[in-house]
Every structure is written in C-alpha cells, then in structure tokens.
C-alpha cells in the first residue's frame, strides 16, 4: 500500500532503513525536540527497533514512516508518518520530528503537505494530529498545512510524572464539511 518513496518540493519522502538509526537518534535525544511531545525520551534500543519494525508496519498497513531526506542531502533531517491507520474509516494520525538544524525552513510543512496529498490521493479522507500543549512549532506546521483545530483534549495522555492536554487537529480530503 505504501510506496517506498514520495518526491516533495527540494526533499524525498522514503521508507526508513536501519542506517538511518543513528542519524534518527542523534536528534530524537535532544530535549529540544522530545520534551515537547509524548515521548519519555529515546533510548538507541529503541530507535533501532522503531526502524526495523518499519518494514512490517509498511507491509501490513498499520503504520508507515518516512526519512525526511533534503535535496541533495545524505542523511535525514526528520521523520514523518502514520502512526495509527483506520482504512475502514480511511484516517490516520500523522506525526514527526525535526533536528533543530533544519528548523524554521518550512521543511516540515511542505513533508506534511506531500504525505497528505499521496494520503488523499489514495482514498484517504482524514487525517488527524494531536499535539501537547505547549507545542507551538507543531501547532504551526499544522495552521501552515490546513488543519482545522478541533478539541482540547484534557488530560489525554500520562507525559513524564504528569497527565497533559492535547489539542486535536484535522485535515479533510474535501477541505471542509
């Protein structure tokens, strides 16, 4: 169902491979990007294995990501993807990350931009985010993309010791109601 690879404006969109563990790791441990979202903080363990179950998210249509790999570049500056598919209902829940260093570009949002539009293409009819609050640059990939903020979700889930709200988000293949 997920192709291997998605061509953007100055990036590519391609599968995850277990070479791209170090470099996904080296920013995933940065508090900088961690502490705004859910994650506990990434251990090396753990990145090896989300990189290596990628394949069989892929194939069997529960979940795919994407190395976010800038124009003429040979490492990833991020990830992005579906971390939860509902093809009944045609949804999914998008997500990423960023290394610093390729913040404030407007990378992400032209990555959320040529997901969705692959997504939509192929039946897709929503795409869902949550976001932690607090998580402004996220919030604004998302406003820049064309989500509509829908909820605030209290308390939503248990982050480091504490329980935090969510805002809810979405992207309609129609554009609207």
């Known amino acids: 169902m997920f192709p291997e690879q998605i061509a953007g404006d100055g990036f590519v969109l391609r599968a995850l491979v277990p070479s791209d563990a170090a470099a996904m790791f080296d920013y995933l441990r940065r508090p900088e990007v961690f502490e705004a979202t859910s994650s506990g903080g990434w251990t090396r363990e ?7 179950s990628n394949a069989e998210g892929m ?17 990833l500056a991020g ?4 971390g939860s598919i509902d093809i009944r209902n045609r949804r999914a829940e998008i997500g990423y990350h960023l290394a610093p260093e390729s913040w404030g570009r407007g990378l992400m949002t ?6 969705n539009a692959w997504a939509f293409a192929e039946g897709f009819h929503r795409i869902e985010a949550t976001v932690m609050e607090g998580n402004f640059r996220s919030e604004r990939v998302l406003q820049r993309s064309g989500f509509a903020r ?15 709200d969510f805002s809810l988000w979405s992207l309609l293949a129609t554009g609207g109601r």
């Open 79 to 82: 990830d992005i993807g579906f």
């Open 150 to 164: 829908e909820a605030t979700l209290r308390d939503y889930k248990y982050v480091r010791g504490a329980f935090r």
């Open 46 to 52: 753990a990145v090896d294995e989300f990189v290596r």
């Open 110 to 115: 032209r990555a959320v931009g040529a997901l």
């Open 59 to 75: 194939i069997g249509s529960r979940w795919c990501r994407y190395a976010i790999v800038p124009g003429g570049a040979a490492a």
